[in-house]
């Protein structure tokens, strides 16, 4: 095993360092953005504040990202600029719906963050990935707070304490197809009401972008994701009413009519790759606390459904000379 030097800088970046570090530099300079166009169409004094914070966070991650390129001679992503935003342009979403799109993106990034931690090894990459997970931790929380101050929070089903401990006797637990279905446990209904979560938001986001696409196939792609996303919601709103519970509300109310486009199609484009991308991770965590066959199939089916939407998402980046290529190892074979 290769043993970590104390001077952490003179290190090269591993494989995984680069693809984390690439990145969350991309996600975070679309943030930037993205989260300055809401700012300027932002009246709510605490939806504004929060608003700052996760701008002021999202520079913060490309600033210091990039600083690490720098110092390794690693060249910086091109990422987002000034051309993907028009300011000028009307606004697209009501204030509400900001606090529940960063709960949605800080969801996202939590998830990278997290994930990139124990694959990292030179002492500055690991601080910065824990500087982002405890940043972004610190931003949800915020969220979450104001979501409940102002009575918008979404919150999960309350059911009964178990009476006792009881310990599971036949395979019939597993049933959902077919013979005696029982409800559904704690952790199931935890991940199905997260999903319409965060279903709800990125359904009310393909919304606003369906309507402000220039490209022709850019559009009926978000169209396409939208209705995607809906059946999504109602599938998993189906598996929770059939044990008398709620589910969270859809957003698509939030979405103005305006027809402007406030950010570049390959702004918008990018955008929804990166959140399908968690939308697969999503699921993949809900299947892997699920104990119901039936859940286990809708899981994987919607896993598909994301995979060939994605998929069809970068054939139009490409087509268009819109996709930055991450850091890939070296074509042995090309410098042969």
Known sequence: MTMLRDNSLNEKLTSAEMGKLWATYMGNSMSIRVLTYYLLHTKDKEIKKVLNHALNLSETMVKRSKKIFIQDNFPVPMGFGE?????????????????????YAGKAGLSLYSIAIPMVIRQDVRDFFSFCLNSTEKLLIEVINILNMKGLLMKPSIIPNPEK????????????????VRNLHALEIAHLNDNIESDVASKALLIGFSQVAKNEKVK?????GRDLTHRH????????????LPSPSLLDHLVSTSSYAPFSDRLMLFHKIDMFAMK???????????GRRDLAAMYSRFILDVGFYVEDAMSIMIENDWMERPPEAADRNDLT
């Open 233 to 244: 919601i109602e599938k998993c709103s189906q598996k929770l009413s059939k044990d008398h």
């Open 280 to 290: 697969i991770r999503s699921y993949a965590n809900s299947i892997s606390v699920n």
């Open 83 to 103: 051309q993907d935003v028009n300011l000028g342009a009307p606004k697209l979403f009501e204030d509400e719906f900001y606090l529940y799109y960063l709960k």
């Open 165 to 180: 401990v009881k310990i599971i006797k036949s395979n019939d637990y597993l049933n959902g197809f077919f013979g005696g």
């Open 220 to 224: 009926d792609f978000f169209i396409r």
